[in-house]
């Protein structure tokens, strides 16, 4: 109940569906407060359209940005990797339920960090009832298509605060205190800062999501869903991070 709420009151006031609320409560008002009404409908549309805009995106995006790229020289001291979940597409007529391309970067990447440091995986991610694990689906992808074995499964995990949460308390039964942590660039940040809650010493190995953009056309720089979306993400883990800060 509680996770549910938590992701309400997100999509409540997070992009677009927060600044369209305003937009209409806006509406709403414009006849009995019409200067009001208009300032809340057009500042709305006007943060939607900002937000839609690649160059913003990419500043919101490039602030959450905390660590440098994963060098295996970091990982001195690590004793295991631990990948966390970043959802699964549930029903695919081509694999059933599988990771969607934010899990399988974090899978790739992981792949590539176990051949360089031959450490042993931890994969975490839970699901609503009746439902596959993220863990179970990342376990099985990493195993069958990257040919990469995973030693551990977290399947009980809802959010970042529990992906922590319940792999701190599985590895360290196992003596392990310090794990090499792959997740995305833009959510590097917030994780860490769970890992410094559960005491576990976590090496950061960033999957970036956005490359350099290969062509500099002013085309390529209108306002696009694309873009709305990271800008919805990157707003995501500001509020979570504030949101854990204020805890």
């Not at 529990?162 to 003596?175: H, I, P, R, S, W």
């Amino acid at each position: 109940m509680l996770f549910t709420l938590k992701k309400l009151i997100t999509k409540l006031i997070l992009p677009p569906l927060g600044f369209l609320l305003v937009a209409l409560f806006g509406l709403m008002i414009l006849k009995r407060w019409p200067r009001t009404g208009r300032a809340l409908l057009w500042s709305s549309l006007a943060a939607i359209l900002l937000l839609a805009t690649p160059a913003v995106s990419k500043l919101l995006v490039q602030s959450l940005i905390v660590v440098p790229p994963f060098e295996p020289a970091h990982a001195t001291g690590a004793q295991a990797i631990v990948i966390l979940g970043g959802g699964l597409r549930h029903g695919t007529p081509e694999y059933g339920d599988t990771p969607t391309h934010y899990t399988l970067d974090r899978i790739r990447f992981g792949a590539t960090v176990a051949r360089q440091t031959r450490l042993p995986i931890l994969v975490s991610g839970g699901a609503a009832e009746e439902q596959t694990p993220e863990a179970t689906s990342m376990a099985a992808t990493l195993q069958n298509e990257f040919n990469v074995p995973v030693r551990w499964l977290e399947p009980r995990a809802r959010d970042t605060e529990d992906n922590l949460q319940f792999t701190a308390e599985m590895l360290k039964v196992e003596g392990i205190h310090t794990v090499i942590l792959v997740t995305h660039d833009f959510h590097m940040r917030r994780s860490l800062a769970h890992c410094e809650t559960v005491a576990l010493k976590c090496i950061p190995a960033p999957v970036s999501l956005r490359g350099s953009n290969g062509d500099p056309s002013w085309v390529y720089q209108l306002p696009d869903a694309y873009s709305l979306h990271m800008s919805a993400l990157a707003l995501h883990e500001i509020v979570g991070y504030v949101a854990l800060i204020l805890q």
